[in-house]
Each structure stands twice: as C-alpha cells, then as structure tokens.
C-alpha cells in the first residue's frame, strides 16, 4: 500500500492534486497536467513564466508537449484499480481538517482531541485506542476551532465556565480576575445546557410533528375542495343542461303548437275562401244572364224570358266574415315573454342564493377577527345609502353616504322598498363575506344590519331596525348604548363615541361592533347564523343624522 501511495504521489499533479491527465514536462523537469499548467495563458502578457513548485522562469514560453512515458505509467497505475486513494488515505483539501501529525502532506483528520488540542488521521489517531494514557481523552468530529479552547491570557485549556460572567475560563482565569465569580465545569455547565436544549429540542420537535398534522390535514382539505368543486362544477353542468334542454324541448312545444294551429286555422280560411270563390264564380254565371236579357232589344222578347230570369235579380247572401283587428298569435309571443321575465326573477333570485352558498365555503382553519384598526381596515369595504328604501323625511347627500332627518317630506315616489314608518335608510350593497365600515353621528342614532326582506309596512314595531329577527342594531345615545334584536334591548358599557365601527365576518356567523376614537373598544359581539345577506341600516331620531366614513 505504501509503495501505491508512493507511486500515486509520483504520478499525480502538484496543482489539482489529481493523477496526471495529459501529463506534460516543463524544461525544470516537474510535470504538470496539461489542462491545469495553462494557467500560463494568463501570464503571455507579461511573457515570463514560471513553474508552480521550484519558480524557476521561463523566456520565451516554452512548448509543451504530451509526456507519453508519464501518461503510460499513469495508465498502468489506473489498471492497478488504484484511481482513487484508499479512504484512510485521503489527503486533505482547503475546506478539510488536515491531520496534525502527518508530515509533508496531510491526510484528512477524522477526529480531534479535546486534550490535546489537536487533530488526527486513521493512523495517528490509533495510539488515543490502544494507549491507556489516552483513554480519558474527549474525541469529538475533526474541528478548525480547537484553538478557541485555549484561553488567550494564559495559554491554558478552558475547563472552568464562570456562570457570572456567562464564558469559558481556565483554572488560572477562576483565581484571578474570576476570583469569587460563581464557577463550574465546562462539563458540569455542558450537562445542564444540554438539559435544557434537549427540552428546546423536544418542543421544537413536537412543533414540527404538530404543523407536519397541520399540513397533512391541510392537504387533505385541498384535495377535498379539489374533489367537492369538481363534483359540484360536474352536477351544476348537469342541472344547467337539463335546464338548457328543458327550454328548448317547451321551445319546441310552442313551436310545434304554433305551427298546427297554423295550419288548422289556415285549412279553414282556405276552406272559406273556396267556398266564397266557388259563390262568385255562380254570381257572375248569373250576373251574365241578366246582362244578357238586359242588353236583348226586342221588348217582347225581353218580356218572354224574364218572369224566368227575376229570381236571379234577388240576393239572399249576406257575408258572414266579420271585420276585426289582427290578433292572431301575438297572445302566445306576451305569454312566453311573461315566462322569460318570471325566469330572469327566479335566476336573480337564484344566484343570489347560489353567490351566498359559495361565500360560505369554509375550509379548516379561519381567519381570526382583527385585533387593531389597521387589521380591520384590510375588510373596509364602499357602502351607499339606498334612496329607494329611504323614509320619507330623510334627505341623502354627499354621493349618498351621508341621512339627516328632516321636518318636511322628500320629493320620493312612492315604492314597495321605502320604509313608511321608521326614520331609517338601508344600503344600496349586499354584505357577505368580512366586511368592515365606519358611521360618525350627530345625535342618537342606531347602526344596523339587515335583510333585504325585512318589513317595510305599517306596523314600527316590527319594520324598525332591530324590531324583528330580520334585523341587529346599535342603538347609540350621547351618554349610553343599547343593542336590540328582535325587540329585546340589552344595555352596553363602553366608551361614548361619535364613531361606531362595525365588523361583519357573515360565513362565520360575527356582527361587532366598537366604539372608535384614538382606539377601539369592543361593545357587543353578536355570534349568530346568517342566512341570507346583509345590509348595513341607520334609524335616526330627532335633530340627528349619520355619515358612512370613507376608509380608502
């Protein structure tokens, strides 16, 4: 093995530290890789070159050329199976712990020692297993940093940690500028960290095994979204086919209808219209007679043929067709226009629903409800005032963000939407989702959401604001609030402001409320199911009015 190790030695180039491959001999007699020796190309502009190992220049560039006795050799050593260095014989690299003890060049160490600060090939390391002089010495994996175990002011091991200080000392360090510092063994101190880092270690490890579950569980729901959408993307192409066939079967039908009633109704016009043509036909024969005897000049003649003739001078006919304006199918095109309509109502009416069910596709982790201003403006969303639903005596302004009660009536026609008999406005957009706005009042006041369908009659006590289970409110006064839900008042405790903010997360069933100033003070958090969408409502009182604060 050694004479291998010798010969691999030989054969291999100082550069790359490799067998040589393409070998080439400079003038100085040391070989070099052909590859690696062209380095040379970068010193043509100075025109001097030199050998790596013994310097010696050269002028002019000498030429090189392949060394084939080399290159044989290195062939020979390569079929010897000997390419590779064996693994106690690594030699070592720059980014390699090199052996301590080697001489000349250096294999890789494959351990350290923490007494004798230093570190060791397979070879060397032999004595520290055989030697009972050694079997108290600490191996640990090859290390560069062996010298910061030394301590820089007394050239000594550190054994000593100065829990004071929190730092490595020596024996020397513990009685002199450590002296009556709390001290211990680096082992002792070592033993303890280790403690705590593995209790570091295991709830490391048990976060890791639990978001591990998370993302497994994560992934399941991804596939099962994956799975649930195809399948309703599959069954709702199904149910629209149906559908799509199904108009076009009825479109058939009428079709089918309205051409045999064409025809039957054509066959008896036509029926009629042989017969008056058949009538006519008969008239003008007789017609032609009575010409005939009108135009004979002989009196007596004339006289002779008409008694036969006369009959033909009377008309019994009287038409039975009776002038009316034209209306024949035009009925049948207003019915199918009716059903279009009455189907566009059940299609809006539909998708709403069907809009509202896809908001409310949940998955397994949700979004907590914020916990600063900022948090809820990410849900800040534009809200109208709705003048269709307005009371007659609230005058919308500032692009109808902004309902004051009035002492006279506003020029509002009259529609099943307004509100008759409680002073409040809805607004123009359906809310779902989390939605986030913001109402600054003058006077009292309630902030509210509602349904659509929520009573607009007669009867306040059940069309108001909060009056029925269609509807929650605020109810806010200079010096108190009070939440309502289906007519059951419920006081609140909180900080008085002109500015109510309201927090809606309709999947999750959240209706919040807070009063806003330099901050946000929760005062009612309602926890409910919602089944249709919301929108946000203002009830005024007297002298009062309301504005939706712009948040963008």
Request: proline share 3%; with cysteine.
């Given at each position: ?345 059940i299609l809006r009416d539909a998708w709403t629903n069907i809009s509202l069910r896809l908001t409310e596709v949940d998955v397994l982790l949700s979004e907590p409800e914020p916990k600063s201003r900022a948090g809820f403006l990410r849900y800040s969303c534009e809200i109208t005032l709705d003048p269709n639903t307005a009371y007659s005596r609230l005058l919308l302004s500032e692009g109808n963000r902004k309902v004051t009660l009035m002492d006279q009536p506003q ?10 008999k409680c002073h409040q406005v809805l607004s123009r957009e359906s809310l779902t989702g989390r939605c986030y706005w913001e109402v600054e009042r003058i006077g009292k006041a309630s902030v509210a959401v509602a349904y659509k369908n929520i009573s607009r009659g007669v009867n306040w006590k059940v069309s108001g604001l909060g009056r029925s289970d269609k509807s929650w409110g605020l109810a806010c006064s200079p010096d108190s609030y009070h939440f309502i839900h ?67």
């Amino acid at each position: 093995m050694e004479q291998n190790q010798l010969d691999r030695e030989t054969l291999s180039c100082s550069i790359c530290q490799d067998l040589l491959k393409d070998p080439v001999t400079i003038p100085c007699g040391h070989s070099y890789c052909m590859k690696c020796i062209n380095f040379w190309d970068e010193e043509d502009q100075k025109g001097i070159h030199s050998c790596p190992q013994c310097r010696e220049t050269f002028t002019p560039r000498p030429v090189l050329s392949k060394n084939t006795m080399l290159a044989a050799l290195v062939e020979q050593l390569k079929k010897t199976g000997l390419q590779a260095a064996p693994a106690d014989l690594c030699y070592a690299g720059p980014e390699d712990v090199a052996c301590d003890s080697c001489s000349g060049r250096k294999l890789k160490a494959i351990k350290s020692c923490l007494v004798c600060l230093a570190s060791f090939c397979e070879k060397h390391l032999q004595p520290h297993y055989d030697s009972a002089a050694f079997k108290k010495h600490k191996l640990v994996e090859p290390s560069k940093n062996l010298q910061e175990n030394i301590c820089s002011r007394h050239d000594e091991v550190m054994k000593r940690f100065c829990c004071t200080d929190q730092k490595c000392i020596c024996y020397l360090c513990s009685v002199d500028e450590n002296k009556g510092h709390d001290t211990v063994s680096a082992a002792a101190e070592r033993t303890e960290r280790q403690r705590e880092l593995e209790v570091r270690r295991e709830n490391i490890q048990q976060g890791i095994q639990d978001r591990e579950k998370d993302v497994k569980l994560l992934q399941q729901e991804l596939e099962a979204i994956k799975h649930s959408a195809d399948k309703t993307v599959e069954d709702s192409e199904k149910i629209f086919t149906q559908l799509i066939r199904l108009i076009q079967k009825r479109s058939s039908d009428v079709k089918q209808q309205i051409r045999s009633q064409q025809e039957t109704e054509g066959s008896r016009v036509k029926e009629l219209q042989e017969k008056l043509e058949q009538e006519i036909t008969e008239l003008k024969r007789k017609d032609a007679e009575l010409k005939q005897l009108s135009d004979t000049e002989d009196h007596n003649q004339f006289l002779h043929n008409y008694p036969s003739l006369s009959a033909l001078s009377e008309s019994t006919h009287s038409s039975s067709i009776k002038i009316r304006p034209l209306s024949y199918f035009e009925d049948v095109t207003a019915a199918v226009s009716e059903l279009r309509d009455q189907l566009q109502d059940i299609l809006r009416d539909a998708w709403t629903n069907i809009s509202l069910r896809l908001t409310e596709v949940d998955v397994l982790l949700s979004e907590p409800e914020p916990k600063s201003r900022a948090g809820f403006l990410r849900y800040s969303c534009e809200i109208t005032l709705d003048p269709n639903t307005a009371y007659s005596r609230l005058l919308l302004s500032e692009g109808n963000r902004k309902v004051t009660l009035m002492d006279q009536p506003q020029s509002y026609s009259s529609i099943p939407d307004r509100f008759t008999k409680c002073h409040q406005v809805l607004s123009r957009e359906s809310l779902t989702g989390r939605c986030y706005w913001e109402v600054e009042r003058i006077g009292k006041a309630s902030v509210a959401v509602a349904y659509k369908n929520i009573s607009r009659g007669v009867n306040w006590k059940v069309s108001g604001l909060g009056r029925s289970d269609k509807s929650w409110g605020l109810a806010c006064s200079p010096d108190s609030y009070h939440f309502i839900h289906n007519s059951i008042w419920t006081s609140i405790s909180g900080p008085c402001s002109s500015r109510v903010g309201v927090y809606l997360d309709h999947r999750a069933g959240i209706l919040s409320f807070y009063s806003v100033s330099e901050t946000m003070t929760l005062l009612h958090r309602v926890q409910t199911t919602f089944t249709q969408p919301l929108h946000a409502g203002v009830w005024l009182d007297y002298n009062s009015s309301a504005t939706i604060c712009k948040l963008k």
